[in-house]
């Protein structure tokens, strides 16, 4: 997940579109993510941190703290992002920022 957000942070838009879960790629399409997370960006160059973990086998939450300085405030954005197992390796099965009106049971 730390990856899809520093991805999006040096405009690697494919590679952060390959961390999504395969649901959530076939609810958006790789030509919607791409103009939705470029115009939206601004919204991942603050600084994370990983506030909560918690879940289950296969499917974890895990919030993230976008810092707005340089310490911890009430200000500060959680975002929670559902990661599912899939294979060797955990992918994003939640619309980051609900940018794109994706339907939580998608992922």
Known sequence: MLYFWRHIQ???YAAAYLLLLNEL?????????????ANARSLFLVEPTIESVFGRQGLIVVDLRAKQGTVATGSDEIIGFNLRRHGGSWQI??????LFAVPPEVG
Not at 28 to 36: N, Q
Not at 93 to 98: K, L
């Open 10 to 12: 040096y405009q690697n």
């Open 25 to 37: 790629k076939e609810a958006i399409p790789y030509k919607k993510f791409l103009p939705t997370v």
């Open 93 to 98: 099965a939640t619309d980051p920022y609900n």
